[in-house]
């Protein structure tokens, strides 16, 4: 018997997103009839308890009953429950210093941990996560800031509606500047970013026009691997290659620096990957951008002048560009950084929902029937034991 329970989030700050929303959970209880759910009460959820008990969902404080506890963000080391099997991003795969002590932990109480960053296809690709809507908010938010830089157009907080439709609408007589922006990354972030620029009726350009050619409207340019890395002795890119040695590339970015008004950030990065540009860069006088969107958003990542996270309540805050502190934005020798780690939360219900799909259709099935390769290769940690291929974490791991 599978016995799913939904854990309340207890990281601050608080995430109001869900594995599994109401209508999902009746759904699978409806399917299944070795599948039982349990929902932890929490006043924060984008989804109350109370659609949960209409569902006829069971609602209570204490789940320990149940097998497989299903979060999103992290769960803070002091509510671990021992020798459990979670699910939720523990975002510890790149050895994040912040998160070491919670897999040591892990490691300590024998838990079993699955984490949803590795649930991936045959040739690499995520199954699941958020980052379509990610992509969306970010790239609302850095479209946002640069008009409130500007004063050229003024664009709604994304939380002041509830629905993607919604979202929608407000873009309804916008008119946009000829402005030029470049997005980098080409997973679901990128996804979500260009439906966005879509939306508000900005069109695509190819790199050489982008950069040789002057536009009467708003463009953006789509770059992918193949646009920004170049091998160090070759001068070519190969996808295989550069993830197996990315030391040996470098990055092109910086031949888009002058041409660029708005950066939407989307690439996968970890510290041996070449940066898009460096800190001094932004001191010359070629560098046009005014607004960074980073959703990637790792600190003095992909993109140095991430000083650290802003929030959902103040996305938005500056870099000054001779001293390279963090000020407030949209001040004349500042850059403007959008660097939220939470995004999808300004449209959790949509998020949520989508990602409960994508856990269902994939994911609940194989460890309803007892495993499958997928499980396997996702899950860290085994009863407190490290599995390939993490033993890269004996280290970061206190062994």
């Not at 951008?289 to 802003?310: E, F, M, Q, R």
């Not at 799909?357 to 499958?372: A, C, F, M, N, T």
Request: overall charge negative.
């Amino acid at each position: 018997m599978l016995r799913i329970g939904l854990i309340k989030e207890d990281k601050i700050p608080e995430d109001n997103r869900v594995a599994l929303t109401p209508a999902q959970c009746k759904w699978l209880l409806k399917n299944f009839d070795d599948i039982s759910i349990q929902v932890q009460c929490s006043p924060n959820r984008c989804y109350a308890d109370a659609e949960y008990e209409r569902a006829g969902i069971d609602v209570k404080e204490n789940i320990d009953d149940c097998n497989l506890l299903l979060g999103i963000k992290e769960v803070p080391v002091d509510k671990l429950v021992a020798e459990k099997r979670y699910m939720f991003f523990s975002h510890t795969k790149k050895l994040q210093p912040a998160n070491q002590k919670l897999l040591q932990t892990i490691l300590k109480k024998n838990i079993t941990l699955i984490d949803y960053e590795c649930l991936e296809h045959d040739d690499g690709t995520r199954i699941i996560g958020f980052g379509f809507f990610a992509g969306i908010v970010g790239a609302h938010n850095g479209m946002m800031a640069y008009g409130n830089r500007t004063g050229e157009y003024q664009l709604q907080r994304v939380g002041s509606v509830n629905s993607f439709q919604k979202l929608v609408h407000t873009y309804f007589g916008l008119r946009l500047p000829n402005v030029k922006i470049a997005i980098t990354g080409t997973g679901r972030v990128a996804h979500g970013v260009m439906e966005i620029m879509n939306l508000m009726g900005i069109n695509e350009v190819e790199t050489e026009d982008y950069i040789d050619a002057d536009f009467t409207y708003p463009v953006y340019v789509h770059l992918k691997g193949v646009n920004l890395y170049a091998h160090k002795d070759t001068g070519k890119y190969n996808r295989k290659d550069f993830h197996a040695n990315p030391r040996n590339y470098n990055c092109r970015f910086t031949e888009y620096i002058s041409h660029t008004d708005i950066l939407i950030n989307g690439i996968y990065w970890e510290k041996n990957i070449p940066r898009l540009f460096e800190m001094e860069d932004i001191t010359k006088e070629n560098f046009r951008i005014k607004t960074i969107a980073d959703i990637t958003d790792d600190l003095n990542g992909s993109v140095p002048c991430n000083l650290g996270d802003s929030t959902i309540k103040d996305p938005v805050y500056g870099v000054d560009k001779r001293s390279f502190e963090k000020t407030a934005p949209y001040l004349p020798n500042s850059l403007d950084i959008m660097a939220v780690g939470n995004l999808p939360n300004e449209l959790a219900r949509d998020a949520s929902r989508y990602f409960g799909e994508q856990l269902i259709k994939y994911v609940l099935d194989d460890i309803r029937k007892g495993g499958s390769r997928l499980i396997d290769h996702a899950t860290i940690v085994d009863a407190g034991k490290l599995k390939e291929p993490y033993l890269y974490m004996k280290e970061y791991a206190g062994f």
